[in-house]
């Protein structure tokens, strides 16, 4: 029977895309556009994710950041999360997030949970904004 040729993660189908930090950024730090072309954290749970950053970065440096639907990423918990929840980018600490409320925007589906605050989380990404 022959090898599967497939990788074993999603990161290693896709190139993620290497953009400007607008902010410090943490690897694991949930990010949007900024209207200079930049990359900031998400502040708020309305903020619409475009991606995960993949590494720490400084303001005005290079980061590179996974924006590929479908790619399973490293967040960091800002509350409690259950396997299965569909997570928000947090409005309390820039970055990370929660389980999602109302119609909060949608960064992914957790795929492990994380019982504290500042817990890795895997995410499998799919962002999208649902006014349910």
Not at 27 to 36: E, R, Y
Not at 68 to 92: K, R, W
Not at 101 to 127: C, D, K, R, W
Request: charged letters at 15%; one cysteine or more; aromatic letters at 2%.
């Amino acid at each position: 029977m022959p090898a599967n040729p497939l990788p074993n993660s999603t990161q290693q189908l896709v190139k993620p895309a290497s953009l400007i930090a607008g902010a410090t950024l943490v690897q694991g730090d949930v990010v949007k556009f900024q209207a200079d072309g930049k990359v900031d954290p998400t502040a708020a749970t309305t903020d619409q994710a475009l991606g995960v950053a993949l590494s720490d970065a400084l303001d005005t440096e290079a980061v590179d950041v996974q924006t590929t639907p479908g790619a399973i990423v490293e967040c960091v918990a800002g509350a409690a999360i259950s396997v299965g929840d569909l997570v928000m980018p947090s409005g309390a600490t820039a970055g990370q997030v929660l389980t999602r409320t109302a119609t909060n925007s949608v960064v992914g589906t957790a795929l492990t949970a994380a019982a504290l605050i500042g817990e890795s989380v895997q995410v499998l990404f799919n962002p999208r904004f649902l006014d349910v």
